[in-house]
């Protein structure tokens, strides 16, 4: 069984490897006042995953520590 995790996890390392490597094309964001941001979309797509992650771990860390008041 520990075989087949480990097999497993190259396997999503892997396409997740190929994922990125496809997606290095520069896109611009662009945000009010005229800023703009160039990044990969790799990037950008890791930043928002990224946080979307942690805001969610954030809100269910308040709502665990609101049951136990």
């Given at each position: 069984?520990?075989?087949f995790i480990w097999l497993l996890n190259i396997i999503v390392f892997l396409f997740l490897l190929?994922?990125?490597a496809k997606n290095t094309e520069i896109i611009t964001i662009h945000y009010y006042?005229?800023?703009?941001?160039?990044?990969?979309l790799i990037?950008?797509?890791l930043a928002f995953f990224a946080s979307g992650?942690?805001?969610?771990y954030f809100f269910c860390l308040i709502?665990?520590?609101s049951k136990k008041l």
């Open positions: 069984m520990y075989f190929s994922f990125a006042s005229g800023f703009e941001w160039q990044a990969p990037v950008v797509l992650i942690i805001l969610g709502k665990r520590l």
